[in-house]
């Protein structure tokens, strides 16, 4: 059980440094700056201002540093608000967290006890679903690069219907397998809720580009 509690102090590590910082963040006055400001309209609008507000401001600095005549056009100027840039980081931060729960099932992760009944039922029906579900967030990160936000509304709202069944059918585990299973898939919920709440924001879908006609 050693490595599982050694998993376990890392993930409770890390997790009560990200909700500190995201506790923090939200208590900024909701007019204070456009990331507040925009998280404030949608769910969990701490998580969204402590974690997501955070890397994007990241993504937005490093995008300013290579391109800094047109970086604003990719993800936003460094302190305001892109909508689809924000969704991508969300789906980004569900993927992580996805992640973790995914190794768990597919016995990756040293420590667990996979002979114990609940965790054998959980398993049971969970690795599948998992697995469908990351397959459809990763489709709906495709689809909003592609600008098709119908489709990735639609994939995304399908992952979190996957995750939710997960979540029902691992609740009798105990310990620390239940903690860190919880933690993650609760994490992975949250970002995707916030996720399709924004793209519900957005146009339906932007306009294909025109085609690039060919000199004679």
């Known amino acids: ?38 998280c404030m309209t949608g769910p969990y609008p701490k998580l969204c201002v402590g974690e997501l507000g955070q890397r994007l401001l990241d993504i937005q600095t490093a995008i300013a540093s290579a391109a800094p005549n047109g970086g604003a056009t990719i993800a936003g100027a460094p302190g305001q608000v892109d909508v689809k840039a924000l969704v991508a980081v969300a789906l980004q931060a569900a993927s992580e967290a996805g992640a973790v729960a995914a190794s768990i099932f597919e016995g990756k992760l040293p420590g667990f006890n996979t002979g114990v009944p609940d965790f054998r039922k959980c398993l049971g029906n969970c690795s599948v679903t998992m697995s469908s579900a990351m397959q459809k967030l990763h489709g709906a990160s495709a689809a909003l690069r592609s600008g098709n936000h119908d489709v990735a509304k639609t994939l995304a709202s399908r992952s979190l219907t996957d995750v ?22 609760t994490e992975f919920q949250k970002m995707l809720q916030i996720a399709i709440a924004f793209i519900n924001k957005m146009k339906t879908n932007e306009p294909m580009p025109p085609p690039v006609r060919e000199m004679p």
Do not use: E, W, Y
Request: hydrophobic share 50%; with cysteine.
């Open 1 to 38: 059980m050693a490595g599982t509690s050694s998993l376990l102090v890392l993930f409770l590590c890390a997790s009560a440094a990200l909700h500190q910082h995201a506790a923090g963040a939200a208590r900024v006055s909701p007019g204070a700056s456009p990331i507040v400001a925009t």
């Open 164 to 185: 939710s069944s997960c979540t029902v059918s691992c609740k009798d585990l105990n310990g620390d397998v239940r903690l860190i299973i919880a933690q993650s898939l």
